[in-house]
């Protein structure tokens, strides 16, 4: 297979020629195959695929931080460079970095997160629509965003104008929620944290707004509580909310019970894991960006994951170590960790970071010009443009990087430790305390070479306490930095690794291995040659089992000389785990107290914050998720997030004045008449060679009707390709019949009708769609609609009508929803979520859409 290493060669590839290259470079491992191709491959918007394995990629990343290097002293070469990141063994640029840097296809910011914001000064609609539109424009060019919304007056507040009164945070929190959604369309990644303070008086309504069927699902929530919030929680007292939060003059003050409604945060985050908790006072005391804060250096909120908080308008860029790979001789009794390699890399993470930044401010310059270039007027795109300066001068004057580490579970059992012990806890603190001297003592080396951060100022930050720590824990250090300042304002953190973790085959981020070991299942014909039939459904479909090793547990095995390829009985798999290094250490086995504890050790030495989540049972108590809230808070953590096994696919309460009247869970009811009109989406399918159109009609964003029919043909429904969202209009006609017309604006902006929807579509189409619309106007849940459709048993034409209306009807199931009664098609579980409209398998990863 031919090497590419640059990323101007005209060498394409299918995308079955990269899969089957990639899953050769991965060792057989198709889920990081597909994953690296899917997201990471270079690749133009027409699809056409520049790159067939990782190695390529980085060559492209190497050569591009190789000729920011060239500008400054004692540069690292391109191939030192490229074995510090290949293989993903040792430095792994995360997302928006490993997917931008040297792309000539895309123009979008290497940046992987953001927080926007107006500082607390505007809560007008047009502050409030800067907001909207500056998370769009970000969100367009790949990067997750955060803003706050404490600044926005509480509901009933006086207003100066037609409405007379505020209507507080809630509607706005959906609005973002709605933009958020809409840009995610077409491949584009949406990703939003909305946060607000605990003094605020909606934050109550805040805390609930996620708890309505269907609402705010475009955003992660999080409260920033504060000390003397916990405080009053811990000591049984009232607590002060007022607003402004920060006034000394508040407008509005009110005393309520912070033992209340600390339970219904702890409720609701038992129930569907929202919101996070962000210990505000902590994170602010702890901030070295904070000692700039009247330089505009406030943080306001973070980003979609809670690890970065951030001011207004600055952004970060990730790059992860993969710590397994700094163990020698791992699972032996030889094992030992490489710390002289360790601190190495760091510095090299650290300079290779901050070239990083070089990149992405070539990559605004891109954006700037390309905002300039762009017809439209310069009122249209002035919003846009401010908004990327603003984030220029933040990048420029401030540096900011995002140093954090993968494999922490792995790195930990193959030195023998077990994850949550004692021993296992002191060691994993003593790498990020070695972390976050090695990469402070590289941003002093490259600031004493490069120029230190343009506001870096000694006395600013002589009695912040993570400084203070560096200096009781390395005085050289501290007084080097004073001799010559520091490269970047902040340099650490530790993110989630989601899809880097599978590239490297170890485990995620700071967390413990979810399973060492399981089972799948595959279907196989029984009358093929040498299959083997372990199972047969209820239905008659036989399938295989066999095991599934994480990779790291195979590599113990195959240390001790245990076979890796044997189909090994349940009762085997389980004594093989009592014998490994990974015993007792999964993610439903750490003590949660334990965890949280350790947390807050770790985040003694990150800068920034710890992407963690404190996995628990399905039965777990109210209590205890309270109590891991209060211990995290005591340990001095950041942040904290609980998942209640199943509790995102729990059921979800209508948040109306009916609700007393209806089933816990029952929907928000329809009204018991057809409106008049009904804003409706339009989607679009392909069903083997033929074209389909979905009209879907909408209240309150759920589906209450659909008719669908073929597209772009002499007996369908003819639209733009454009149009997407339109209105349905049900005319009353004089012999008490209906009709459907679809509304929708042209490119002029002038409203074009297509009238009599039911006359254009196949009758028998246009009768089973009726039968379908009363199900969801009678309230019935659309992923039970979608189990209905998929049981009718039609004849062969009209299999494939009812397919395309099952899978257009998908798209509104909400994130988390199980599937009932329906299997995974690669292991046979029935432990099924819908997640985008695509039902993924929560045992082993795949997806199926469609």
Not at 725 to 743: M, P, T, V
Not at 768 to 796: C, F, N, W
């Amino acid at each position: 297979m031919e090497t590419i290493k640059s990323s101007q060669s005209e060498r394409t590839y299918t995308s079955d020629e990269a899969f089957q290259a990639s899953l050769e470079y991965f060792k057989g491992d198709d889920l990081a195959a597909r994953v690296w191709v899917n997201k990471y491959a270079l690749k133009d918007s027409f699809g056409a695929i520049y790159e067939a394995t990782p190695d390529d990629m980085h060559h492209r990343i190497a050569s591009e931080i190789a000729r920011i290097e060239q500008r400054y002293p004692n540069p690292l070469s391109e191939a030192e460079i490229f074995d510090l990141i290949k293989d993903f063994k040792y430095i792994i640029p995360q997302g928006s970095p490993m997917t931008g840097i040297g792309n000539p296809y895309q123009i979008a910011s290497l940046s992987n997160c953001f927080v926007i914001g107006n500082n607390g000064e505007s809560d007008s609609y047009g502050g409030i629509m800067k907001i909207d539109q500056e998370q769009v424009q970000l969100m367009k060019r790949r990067g997750g965003v955060g803003h706050d919304l404490s600044h926005i007056r509480p509901k009933g507040s006086p207003v100066k104008n037609s409405a007379l009164t505020s209507t507080g945070i809630v509607p706005f929190m959906e609005r973002f929620s709605n933009s958020t959604r809409e840009v995610a369309q077409d491949g584009r990644r949406g990703a939003l944290m909305l946060s607000v303070s605990i003094k605020h008086p909606d934050s109550e309504s805040f805390i609930d707004a996620k708890m309505e069927q269907g609402k705010v699902t475009g955003a992660n929530v999080s409260v920033r509580i504060d000390d003397e919030f916990m405080q009053a929680v811990d000591a049984g007292t009232t607590y002060r909310q007022q607003y402004p939060i920060q006034s000394h003059t508040p407008t509005h003050i009110k005393d309520i019970d912070a033992t209340a409604l600390w339970k219904k945060i702890v409720h609701n985050a038992w129930q569907s894991a929202e919101p996070g908790i962000l210990f505000w006072d902590t994170i602010i005391r702890e901030s070295v960006p904070d000692c700039y804060a009247d330089l505009g250096y406030q943080t306001i909120s973070t980003n979609p994951c809670g690890e970065i908080p951030l001011c207004a308008y600055d952004s970060c860029r990730l790059l992860a170590i993969n710590l397994f790979s700094y163990v020698e001789d791992p699972f032996t009794d030889k094992a030992k960790f490489n710390w002289d390699l360790f601190k190495k890399h760091i510095a090299a993470a650290q300079r290779m970071m901050d070239d990083i930044i070089d990149l992405e401010l070539e990559k605004i310059d891109a954006i700037l010009q390309k905002i300039d270039e762009d017809p439209e007027d310069a009122e249209v795109k002035r919003v846009e443009r401010n908004l990327w300066l603003n984030i220029q001068t933040k990048a420029n004057e401030g540096r900011r990087t995002g140093i954090g580490i993968t494999a922490e579970g792995d790195m930990l059992a193959a030195l023998g430790l077990r994850y949550g012990s004692d021993e296992g806890n002191a060691f994993a603190v003593e790498i990020h305390k070695t972390v976050a001297l090695e990469a402070y003592r590289g941003s002093v080396h490259t600031a004493k070479e490069r120029g230190a951060f343009t506001i870096f100022d000694s006395e600013r930050e002589k009695n912040n306490p993570f400084i203070l720590r560096l200096k009781e824990a390395d005085a050289q250090l501290y007084y080097e930095m004073l001799e010559y300042g520091r490269r970047n304002i902040a340099l650490l953190t530790i993110a989630p690794t989601g899809t880097t973790s599978l590239m490297s085959q170890t485990t995620s981020g700071i967390e413990p291995v979810f399973l060492p070991v399981y089972k799948r299942r595959r279907k196989v014909n029984p009358n093929d040659k040498d299959v083997r039939v372990d199972f047969v459904d209820e239905v008659g479909d036989s399938w295989e089992e066999y095991v599934v090793f994480h990779h790291r547990f195979k590599q113990w095995m195959e240390v001790n000389g245990l076979d890796t390829s044997k189909n090994y009985a349940q009762k085997d798999l389980d004594e093989l785990v009592k014998k490994s290094p990974y015993y007792k250490a999964t993610s439903n086995d750490v003590d949660y107290l334990k965890k949280v504890k350790m947390q807050g050790a770790i985040q003694q030495w990150v800068d920034h914050s710890i992407s963690v989540t404190i996995n628990m049972p399905n039965d777990v108590t109210e209590e205890l998720v309270g109590e891991c809230y209060m211990e995290a808070w005591k340990a001095g953590c950041k942040g904290v997030t609980v998942y209640r096994d199943g509790s995102r696919s729990g059921v979800l309460i209508s948040n109306t004045e009916k609700k007393e009247e209806t089933q816990e869970g029952a929907p928000t009811p329809f009204p018991t008449e057809r409106p008049q009109t009904l804003e409706a989406d339009v989607v679009r399918f392909q069903n083997k060679k033929d074209k389909w159109i979905a009209f879907i009609g909408l209240i309150d964003g759920r589906p209450y009707e659909i008719f669908t029919g073929f597209a772009d043909d002499e007996d369908g429904i003819l639209i733009p390709r454009w149009v997407n969202e339109g209105l349905i209009i049900k005319n009353r006609e004089a012999d008490g019949s209906s009709r459907y017309d679809f509304q929708y604006k042209n490119t002029r902006g002038y409203k074009t009708t297509i009238e009599g929807l039911s006359y254009k579509f196949n009758p028998e189409y246009w009768n089973y769609a009726k039968l379908i619309s009363s199900t969801l106007r009678h309230g019935m849940p659309i992923e039970k609609v979608v189990d209905l459709i998929s049981s009718l048993q039609l004849d062969e034409a009209i299999n494939t009508w009812k397919a395309g209306v099952a899978r257009a009807l998908k798209r509104y199931i909400p994130d988390g929803t199980e599937a009932a009664k329906q299997k995974c098609q690669n292991c046979g579980s029935t432990n099924l979520l819908y997640q985008e409209g695509c039902l993924t398998c929560k045992d082993c990863g795949s997806s199926k859409c469609g």
